[in-house]
């Protein structure tokens, strides 16, 4: 992680969506695996990654810190790796032990090569090309290990210019990794110091998730500053999942030089769509931002106010990591509750309508999935009635006087206490039976009772 640079103006640009779809593994992989936009571990597990980042390669010395990271709840870990030419090489025998204690604490490891940081913009910096000489020395070591490790070419592997090479070196150095023989899921980082401004990323990752003969690739956003609105962060992350390409959140912060970061939207838009993501980081930050040590000297019983909010607030990692299903399944948590207490008023529910949808009609439940103090999240479920249907409308009217702030997967429009939301491209046409879903964060003042939902097919 290094400083970001403000976001600049861009074009945008219409995403490719064109890519080989996939449905769920039907068995047993090697390792991990992609499909319809989804990670799977090597049991065909669903995995979402609940994590952060630690900053090995500075400091070697700090092996206890996976084991801390563990106990505190999380599911992965990304590891800072060097591959000799800014920093000290990580020998493979280091690698190796950084796997094998990813493995002892049941953590999933994502190692990164640090040394791409900036390139074309930082002095120093290596291509990917280069980093892809690091990964095959390494080949050795990465052999049997795809069930526990996801390879990261490199970090934030372009700065704010000269990045229009971005999806050509990204597709090469993933066929010069499956060349040489690595079946890992490979995972990439946005140009632009890992933020795509650009929108270099967002607009080319179909044409690189195509390169890769196994179609075994995630891609990483870094949010810092440029992700300073609920809107840009539900927009980003929503074309990805539009278009069915797998999109993890790599890094973030609750601040940072360039701007501050929505924090509270990414762990929200992320839990409610099932997007990984992992925190930067766990400690020994320098340069100014010190304040994105989650732990102050590496120590777990002295969490930073970001370390608590990561780990202990609303959507953070105690609520929601689940360990990888490779390790044979989730242990109680070994460390006391947290300290941030949950929220006094539990979320309501609602059951699914006893009745079926009429004939070619549809049917909507609404749902809140999580509430706090003057807040809440949402998420309403449009089932088809016995005909398929081509598109829907929803809606209700809040009776307290809650407010929807954000919403994701739907068009949504209001007036006053009254709520209308139609399908969007992707999700209207349902067969009968099926369903989609959306999502939405609302504020709430007194009483935040569940409203009636109307759903009209089209």
């Not at 800014?86 to 953590?107: G, P, Q």
């Not at 999580?370 to 009217?397: D, L, Y």
């Not at 209001?414 to 369903?435: I, P, W």
Request: aromatic share 10%; with cysteine.
């Amino acid at each position: 992680m290094k400083t970001r640079l403000s976001a600049a103006g861009a074009t945008v640009l219409a995403l490719l969506v064109t890519v080989l779809a996939f449905g769920q593994p039907a068995h047993a992989a090697a390792g991990f695996s992609v499909a319809g936009g989804k990670l799977y571990d090597a049991n065909g597990a669903e995995f979402i990654m609940r994590g952060v980042n630690h900053a090995h390669t500075w400091y070697p010395q700090q092996t206890s810190s996976f084991a801390d990271v563990k106990a505190l709840g999380a599911n992965t870990v990304r590891v800072v790796l060097s591959s000799g030419d800014r920093w000290t090489r990580n020998t493979n025998a280091d690698v190796a032990n950084v796997i094998s204690l990813c493995k002892a604490n049941r953590l999933i490891c994502v190692l990164e090569v640090h040394d791409t940081t900036g390139y074309g913009e930082q002095s120093g910096a290596i291509t990917l090309d280069r980093a892809v000489d690091y990964w095959l020395s390494l080949a050795d070591v990465l052999a049997g290990q795809e069930r526990y490790v996801v390879v990261n070419i490199g970090n934030e592997p372009y700065g704010n210019q000269n990045y229009a090479s971005w999806a050509t070196d990204n597709a090469n150095a993933i066929k010069r990794l499956r060349a040489g023989g690595l079946t890992h899921t490979i995972m990439v980082d946005a140009p632009n110091w890992g933020q795509d401004w650009s929108f270099t990323m967002r607009d080319n990752a179909a044409s690189v998730f195509a390169a890769d003969p196994a179609r075994n690739t995630v891609f990483s956003i870094h949010m810092y500053g440029v992700f300073d609105t609920a809107a840009e962060i539900s927009d980003y992350l929503g074309r990805f999942r539009a278009a069915g390409l797998p999109i993890v959140v790599g890094e973030f912060g609750f601040n940072h030089s360039d701007g501050n970061p929505d924090e509270d939207t990414i762990l929200a838009y992320s839990q409610a769509n099932g997007i990984g993501w992992l925190g930067w980081s766990w400690s020994g930050n320098g340069g100014g931002v010190e304040y994105l040590d989650l732990a102050t000297n590496f120590n777990p019983a002295s969490l930073t106010d970001w370390g608590q909010r990561l780990f202990n607030g609303v959507n953070g990692i105690r609520q929601t990591a689940r360990e990888a299903s490779v390790f044979g399944g989730t242990p109680p948590p070994t460390t006391p509750p947290p300290t941030t207490p949950p929220p006094t008023t539990p979320p309501p529910t609602t059951p699914p309508p006893t009745t079926p949808p009429p004939n070619g009609g549809c049917t909507a439940t609404y749902t809140v999935t999580n509430q706090w103090q003057g807040g809440f999240q949402g998420e309403v479920r449009v089932t088809a009635g016995t005909r398929a249907i081509t598109g829907w409308t929803a809606g209700w009217t809040f009776a307290n006087g809650q407010r929807v702030t954000q919403s994701w997967n739907v068009a949504l429009t209001g007036s006053g206490t009254t709520v209308t939301a139609r399908n969007t491209d992707y999700s209207g046409r349902l067969a009968a039976g099926a369903s989609a879903s959306f999502g939405f964060l609302g504020s709430w003042t007194g009483t935040n009772s569940l409203p009636v939902v109307s759903c009209t097919a089209s």
